[in-house]
C-alpha cells in the first residue's frame, strides 16, 4: 500500500555534496543493484582521465545512523544484509527522473538523501513510500532546479547515483559489502571479485526500423553509465533512451540507439561490440600508452 511522505525540506547536510556537484560537471560514477533508464540529450560531452573519477573527489566517511534514516535500528550483525537496490528511471514520467531506492526494511525517509540531491541543484517535486515482500521503497520524482525538467546529462544522472550510494554506505556501512563501490569506499568491501573477460557479454539486436537494442552486460566499475554513453556516442552513434542495472559487482544496461534516425547495420553493429569490449575488458589502458 502506497504511503505519501510527510515531508521533504527536513534534513541534515552532507559536507562532501558541494564537492560532488562541482565534481559531477565533468566526472562520472559508479552503483549498488542500481537499475537507471535514460533518455539522453545527445550531444558531445567530455570525460576526463581514468584518474580524474567524480568517485575520486567524494570523501565517504562511515557514521553512526540517525534517527531519520534508520528504518529498525534493531538489526544485528548477524542479520541477513539485504540487496541494496537504486532504481533511476527515465521513462515512466515525461517530465521528471524517478528516482527509487531499497535496502530492505532499513532505511528510514531518506531526508538527508533528499537534502544531498538538492545540492547538486536538483528538486524533489514528489516522493511517496510502498511495502512489498523485498521491503520497503522511497520513490522520488526529481527535476532541475534551474529549468523544472527531468535529467538528462549522462554526467549528472551519474552523479545522482554516486550521491545515493554515498549516503547509503555512511548511513548502513553493512551496504558496502554489496555494493561496488564497497572496494575502495567500504568499511566491508566485497569478497568477490569479477573477471572482467569473463563478466563481459555484448549483444546487439534490430528494435524496428528506426532502432536497435544494445545490451551490455560487464563488471561494475567508477565512472561505466558516462562512459557507455562516450564509446557510443564517439562513433556517431545516438542513445534514445536505455536503462541501466548494476547488480552487486554486475552492471547491466540495455540502451536503445540508431545511426541517422535508422537501426544499425550489421557492420556498424560489429564495429560498435568491438569498441565496447576493447575498452570495458581494459578499464585501466592508459590514453598515453598508445
Known sequence: MAMTVASLAVGTHLSDNNSIMKASESRGSMGTLIRSSF?????????LHKRQRLSSVATITPRASS???????????AD?????????????????TIVEITFGDRLG????????????????????????????????AITKADTGRKVEDPELLEAIRLTIINNMIQ??????????MGVAFGVVPPQQQVDVDVATHIS???????????????????????????????????????????????A???????????????????????SLR?????????????
Open 39 to 47: 533518455g539522453f540529450a545527445t550531444k558531445p560531452f567530455s570525460i
Open 67 to 77: 534517527a531519520t534514516a534508520v528504518e529498525d535500528p534493531s538489526h544485528s550483525e
Open 80 to 96: 541477513i544484509i539485504p540487496t541494496p537496490v537504486v532504481i533511476i528511471d527515465q521513462d515512466s514520467d515525461p517530465s521528471a
Open 109 to 140: 525517509a531518506l531526508l538527508d538523501t533528499i537534502n544531498a540531491l538538492k545540492n547538486l541543484g536538483l528538486n524533489v517535486v514528489k516522493a511517496n513510500v510502498f511495502l512489498d515482500s523485498s521491503g520497503k521503497h522511497n520513490k522520488f
Open 171 to 180: 548511513y548502513h556501512p553493512e551496504s558496502s559489502a554489496q555494493l561496488a
Open 204 to 250: 546487439i539486436y534490430d528494435d524496428g526500423p528506426d532502432r536497435s537494442l544494445l545490451y551490455v552486460e560487464t563488471a561494475d566499475r567508477p565512472g561505466l553509465l558516462v562512459d557507455l554513453v562516450k564509446i557510443i556516442t564517439d562513433i556517431n552513434i545516438d542513445v534514445k533512451s536505455g536503462e541501466f542495472d548494476t547488480e552487486g559487482l554486475l
Open 252 to 274: 547491466k544496461a540495455k540502451f536503445h540507439v540508431s545511426y541517422r534516425d535508422k537501426a544499425i547495420i550489421k557492420p556498424l553493429q560489429q564495429v560498435l561490440g568491438n
Open 278 to 290: 576493447y575498452f570495458l575488458r581494459r578499464p585501466t589502458t592508459e590514453e598515453a600508452s598508445f
